[in-house]
């Protein structure tokens, strides 16, 4: 096994880090951050962009750009969360035939795992450039409340980005992980993470190199996501009062409110009121219409108010599952960017009676948990035993809807459990075993894994027959069920698959697709740069030109001019060796300024 990344595949950024000798390293990306935003655009020119060259060009191609589609994996278009999305978000999404929640773009529909795949194929190809290697091998993160369609859908994501991913591990757990690595002390930790679109709360215990999961509670859809939403309905709210105009409707004023509201939030955290611009946002008969407004911290927290507190209850939830006061718990750990919030430290410590520990860094913790993990895989990291917990019961369907669980939440895994059904009829010759995950005591209103017969029971009377149903969980937390008539020894097994999601053929044709655009998408993002880098220089020398052109003879004026000119011409250029002709021009064109300048000082 080579080296393993671990990846934190996040809602609204990613990490993406490696251990390399006994230290967890955070790999940067082309433009030398350490987080990638999760954004990815596509342009009429079929160029694929991710990260922050995407997120920059969102506001004029608002439509092809799509962020927050974590929140779409492994969902039903008809799901609530997808509808409530649907309203919010610039870009179209589509019911898919199998009924998943997928996104057309342009003259394409594309499934979420395939956008997840195209950020995780450049955070792959940054540890590639970092370590000078192929990398296969990765271990990802997901919310601890994910259900077993969402891990499968992120799973698939992986591979469709040509990475075997060797462990799907929940992100609080990677993140205590993180926290505890290299510490022999014995503590309970809480483990609060909010973060772009889901919230988690795990407690654990570590003891000397053992990490166990003693409970875990969250909101799949949760996140700093919704705490946007309530600025842009702030907005627009206020906006449609004194205007009459509804902004909704606009996706271009949707993407820029996005994009204020985001900026906005963030400086609340450190400052007690901000100002949002946005300057012609709309248009009426009487003209151009503006938004300025101010924003202050306390009418921030007023507007959110509920959605923080509604964190509170899976916080209660976890510690009763974990049988702990809060007393008990020894350290509060906070992850996710919308912690930054002073409102959730404020709650945090209401909840937990103590202030929560800012000692780590929330935005790279869980990507540094899922490195070592990988360590672990790979045997570069000793002592150190995971034992997580399944976040969602899981059980069957029984006669007249009702569900029954196999294997309740908070279960250790990896396990197996197994329970002893009968027949409902006489002579009944086959059993449909209906798989679903959730609480509920009525199965409809759980979720539905996957559906499969065992036929060839032989005639008997009912409640005669005797038939075992197994279901196991691997430390992915992927189930595997099998179903055994007693008397004749038939038996039927399957691994889950969801009954929505990608199916093998596709996920095929998509890792080839993957494949063969990686080269493509390298050169195209070889263009972008080098044309930005001309871009700049080109400005950079108009500047300087007003300044202090009229000092250069008039043939220098007119040479570096003419450079200039022919350099923004060939701008649009398809050809980066073109381009990169033209960098060697305008830099030489520019030095010949700088000489002028040192002359005149």
Not at 343 to 366: C, H, L, M, Q
């Amino acid at each position: 096994m080579g080296k393993v990344i671990g990846i934190d595949l996040g809602t609204t950024n990613c990490c993406v880090s490696v251990l390399e000798g006994g230290t967890v390293q955070i790999i940067s990306n082309k433009e030398g951050g350490r987080t990638t935003p999760s954004v990815v655009g596509f342009t009429d020119k079929d160029e694929r962009l991710v990260g922050q060259i995407a997120k920059r060009q969102a506001v004029t191609n608002a439509a092809n750009t799509l962020y927050a589609v974590k929140r779409l994996i492994g969902r039903k278009f008809d799901a609530p969360e997808v509808e409530k999305m649907r309203t919010n978000v610039p870009f179209e999404i589509v019911k898919a035939p199998n009924g998943d929640a997928h996104i057309r773009v342009l003259d394409r529909i594309y499934s979420p795992p395939e956008i997840s795949a195209i950020v995780l194929q450049r955070l792959k190809l940054a540890a590639e450039e970092f370590l000078g290697d192929k990398i296969t091998e990765a271990i990802i993160t997901v919310p601890a409340y994910f259900d077993d369609m969402q891990r499968q859908a992120t799973r698939d994501a992986g591979k469709i980005a040509g990475l075997e991913v060797e462990r799907i591990i929940n992100e609080p757990t990677a993140a205590a992980l993180a926290y505890g690595f290299g510490k022999s002390k014995t503590e309970k930790v809480a483990v609060y993470d909010l973060g772009g679109g889901t919230f988690d709360i795990s407690i654990m215990e570590i003891n000397d190199g053992v990490f166990e999961v003693l409970s875990t509670s969250g909101n799949t859809f949760l996140g700093g996501e919704d705490f946007d939403e309530r600025i842009i309905d702030w907005l627009v709210e206020g906006f449609q009062t004194e205007n009459g105009i509804d902004l909704r409707g606009d996706r271009l004023a949707l993407q820029r409110l996005k994009e204020a509201a985001e900026r906005a939030k963030c400086e609340l955290s450190s400052v007690a009121e901000t100002t949002i611009s946005l300057p012609f946002i709309a248009a009426d008969p009487s003209g151009p219409k503006h938004i300025n407004a101010v924003l202050s911290r306390d009418k921030f927290e007023e507007i959110v108010k509920d959605l923080v507190e509604s964190s509170v209850e899976p916080c209660q939830k976890a510690l009763w599952d974990a049988k702990l006061q809060p007393s008990d718990v020894d350290k509060v750990i906070l992850v996710g960017g919308q912690t930054r919030s002073p409102i959730i430290a404020r709650t945090v410590t209401e909840v937990f009676g103590k202030e929560p520990s800012s000692e780590i860094n929330p935005d790279e913790v869980v990507a540094m948990g899922a490195a070592i993990q990988g360590g672990v895989l790979t045997g570069d990291v000793k002592d150190i035993v995971l034992l997580d917990v399944l976040p969602l019961s899981l059980g069957l369907e029984t006669r007249g809807g009702l569900f029954v669980k196999l294997i309740s939440r908070n279960s250790t895994i990896p396990l197996k459990n197994t329970m002893t059904f009968t027949t409902v009829v006489d002579n009944q010759q086959s059993v449909e075993i209906h798989i679903l995950q959730g609480e509920r005591e009525i199965s409809s209103a759980n979720r539905s894994l996957a559906k499969f017969e065992l036929v060839g029971i032989p005639p008997a009377p009912r409640g005669v027959p005797q038939v075992d149903v197994s279901f196991e969980i691997d430390a992915n937390g992927i189930v595997s069920v099998s179903a055994k008539d007693k008397m004749t020894g038939l038996e039927q097994a399957m691994q889950i698959t969801p009954s929505s999601g990608l199916a093998p053929d596709e996920i095929e044709r998509l890792i080839i697709e993957a494949e063969t655009s990686v080269e493509r998408d390298r050169g195209e993002r070889e263009l972008i740069l080098e044309r930005n880098r001309l871009d700049s220089l080109i400005r950079n020398a108009r500047r300087a030109m007003v300044e202090i052109g009229k000092s250069l003879a008039l043939e220098d004026q007119q040479t570096i001019n003419g450079i200039l000119n022919e350099a923004e011409e060939m701008m649009q250029s398809e050809s980066v060796s073109q381009i990169q002709e033209q960098l060697g021009k305008v830099e030489s064109a520019a030095n010949r300024i700088t000489a002028a300048m040192l002359t005149m000082a």
